[in-house]
């Protein structure tokens, strides 16, 4: 815990610290139980637990009688009683939900895209899919902290400003946090997709385990979330974790950057549509050309079955080669493209990245699925809202202990 703060700096540290604790017991905790994990003393653990019931934010939620002396009474959170707003803006598709206080998704939608518009215009249409998902999902207003904004980098992280996403040039240069919180009127964060997504992964993971680990994010592009000693890792710009330019296969095809066979560009869903034979859709969108190569491969097809085998075995080595860099506990993967090929890749990547040569790892490296799934960047957005906000709202400030 830290310690020298001044008083209302520490009264809002145990407020989220308590907050956080009961979040992630969904069977509830008494204020015994919590004074033991958090070395407050009774008389604060009072106060702590009064204001966030006077927030609405918990309610006490029966009695257990275990062993000697007076029955403990529960407190758990309460869900609805705040939500978030989480968006992903993405090359294939754009993503909104809203999660409510423990995470979980209450409404989902995508963002219908118009080509060619201005910025003011991309903002005023994601500025009209918050209003319509609020409403549909009759959340009063009032209750909602503000809106996460997921994108591919590189972008300014200081002033909430996409700088040149390469594959959302539409989006270049446009201050979205400026310019969709004066549009909205709600608080907006924006967050790297790749960090957003391992920030989803750990407010799902109750456990609090997820420590060390990293989050293979494989969609249009690919990039890696990272985690360390339980908290996000952004680099000095927030642009942390570009793994496209990671060599996994020296006879893979040729990259911009002047190397053959880049993680990017080897796993890209254009790569393996043309290494299986497709013909590319005209529309460009890449999703029945992947759904079919993984039926092909499903039902026995021995080029599209190599073809998918190769892509888990390039990820694997992208994520061998950074594993022997940061030596983590857990690789997370998920994003769009992964979801869809993920019953014929996971096989592979864990297989491999547990017995590859070029491995130094000296314990096993958990291999899993993201427990959220496709949306989990936009919904990784939200959260960090959710964390945002309950950090620095300041009514909040104002409280001493
Ligand atoms: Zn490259």
Same mark, same amino acid.
Request: proline residues 7%; without cysteine.
């Given at each position: 815990m830290r310690t020298g703060a001044n008083l209302p700096a520490v009264g809002e540290y145990n407020q989220t610290l308590v907050l956080d604790l009961i979040r992630r017991a969904p069977e509830g905790l008494s204020r015994v139980e919590l004074s033991a994990r958090t070395g407050l003393s009774a008389q604060t653990l009072s106060n702590v637990t009064r204001r966030l019931a006077d927030e609405g934010l918990i309610a006490e939620a029966g009695k257990v009688i275990s062993g000697p002396g007076k029955p403990r009474t529960l407190l758990k959170l309460e869900p609805r009683s705040r939500f978030a707003v989480g968006v992903h803006l993405d090359p294939v598709v754009d993503t909104i939900v809203v999660v409510d206080m423990a995470g979980d998704v209450v409404a989902h939608d995508e963002i219908p895209r118009r080509h060619g518009a201005a910025p003011a215009e991309l903002i005023d249409d994601v500025r009209a899919a918050v209003d319509r998902i609020v409403a549909e999902a009759e959340? =009063?207003?009032?209750?909602v902290l503000g809106v996460g904004v997921a994108a591919p980098g590189p972008f300014d992280a200081r002033g909430g400003r996409l700088l040149d996403p390469p594959l959302l040039p !539409?989006?270049? @240069?446009?201050h979205v946090r400026e310019d969709l919180g004066a549009a909205t009127g709600l608080p907006v964060i924006v967050e790297k997709d790749v960090t957003a997504a391992m920030v989803g992964e750990m407010w799902f993971d109750r456990s609090d385990a997820l420590t060390d680990a990293m989050f293979l994010y494989y969609g249009a592009g690919v990039g890696l979330g990272v985690a360390i000693g339980g908290a996000p890792v952004r680099g000095r710009t927030g @642009?942390? #974790?570009?793994? !496209?330019?990671?060599? /996994?296969? =020296?006879? #893979?095809p040729a990259c911009e950057c002047g190397s053959r066979g880049c993680l990017g560009v080897s796993i890209e869903p254009r790569t393996l549509l043309a290494e299986a034979g497709y013909v590319p859709a005209e529309t460009g969108d890449t999703r029945p050309d992947l759904d079919r190569l993984v039926r092909d491969a499903a039902a026995g097809g021995t080029r599209a079955g190599d073809v998918l085998r190769r892509a888990g075995e390039r990820i694997a080595r992208a994520l061998v080669v950074t594993n022997n860099l940061l030596d983590v506990d857990e690789v997370v993967l998920g994003g769009p493209v992964w979801e869809r090929l993920s019953e014929v890749l996971v096989d592979t990547v864990s297989a491999r990245v547990t017995s590859d040569p070029v491995s130094t790892a000296t314990r096993a490296i958990t291999v899993r699925l993201s427990? /959220?799934? !496709?949306d989990v960047a936009a919904v990784g957005a939200a959260c960090l809202m959710l964390d945002g906000a309950f950090a620095a709202r300041p009514a909040r400030m104002m409280i001493a202990i």
């Open positions: 959340i =009063p207003r009032e209750l !539409a989006w270049h @240069n446009v @642009n942390a #974790g570009g793994i !496209a330019h990671v060599v /996994v296969d =020296p006879d #893979g427990r /959220v799934g !496709a």
